[in-house]
């Protein structure tokens, strides 16, 4: 009789060292985006040290960045703060004072 094993990270989100969601999303793409820029320094002849250093102070800053965003928002943190920034502070009403104000004149008994 064959016996299977039952993946238990079913319905569970992405998760790598610790990176959940977007996070791992924003990371890798960060990090792609880095490549790109030293790669681009360097063909444009930069000089190499001026371009690895550049290279790596700006993924220091990005992981350390990433991780500290994770450790902060967590999971769903990200999309509820822009939900949040999207939420208006207060309502305005453009509808003019008086009509608020105004008094209705008393019908008269006749």
């Given at each position: 009789m064959n016996t299977y094993h039952i993946n238990k990270g079913i319905g569970r989100t992405v998760e790598f060292k610790g990176l959940k969601a977007q996070y791992l999303f924003i990371f890798a793409g960060g990090l792609l985006g880095i490549l790109v820029c030293v790669m681009l320094m360097y063909m444009a002849g930069v000089n190499t040290y001026l371009c690895l250093s550049i290279g790596g102070a700006s993924s220091a800053i990005l992981i350390w960045q990433t991780f500290?965003?994770?450790g902060k928002y967590g999971e769903h943190g990200?999309?509820?703060?822009?939900a949040q920034k999207k939420h208006?502070?207060?309502i305005i009403s453009r509808k003019c004072i008086y009509r608020y104000v105004k008094i209705k004149p008393k019908s008269t008994a006749a």
């Open positions: 500290l965003l994770n990200l999309m509820k703060l822009s208006p502070k207060y």
